[in-house]
Nanobody
Framework: QEQLVESGGGLVQPGGSLRLSCAAS????????IGWFRQAPGKEREGISC????????YYVDSVKGRFTVSINSDKNTVFLEMNSLKPEDTAVYYC????????????????????????WGQGTQVTVSS
């Protein structure tokens, strides 16, 4: 069974850090790109980062650029999202999802994170940033 499982969420103070994990099973990440999304209370889910399987290119939306870092450990078949300088507005449920078609730099964010391009989703992990 192909699936993604997120972990690593929790409660952190503003300015703190967390590392989220997205473990894949039933398929290898070597052949798929992975995107990270989040959904804050009362808001629509938004894409925030993506890592390409073909060349390792990394994509970030402006709101997380410079603070979040996406990476992949192929040996562990896991993608990570390192989140630093967290803000209360980062509070959300975070999801990872599989993107079969490789993204490219010409895509607008709305195209890159079009949810119809993602075929498998994790269950989500809660991140709460609060003092």
């Amino acid at each position: 069974q192909e699936q993604l499982v997120e972990s690593g969420g929790g409660l952190v103070q503003p300015g703190g850090s967390l590392r989220l994990s997205c473990a894949a099973s039933g398929f290898t990440l070597d052949y798929y790109s992975i995107g990270w999304f989040r959904q804050a209370p009362g808001k629509e889910r938004e894409g925030i980062s993506c890592i390409s399987d073909s060349d390792g290119s990394k994509y970030y939306v402006d709101s997380v650029k410079g603070r979040f870092t996406v990476s992949i450990n192929s040996d562990k078949n896991t993608v990570f999202l390192e989140m630093n300088s967290l803000k209360p507005e980062d509070t959300a449920v975070y999801y990872c999802a599989r993107r079969p078609r490789d993204p490219n730099p010409r895509l607008r964010d709305s195209e890159l994170y079009d949810e119809s391009e993602f075929d498998i989703w994790g269950q989500g992990t809660q991140v709460t940033v609060s003092s």
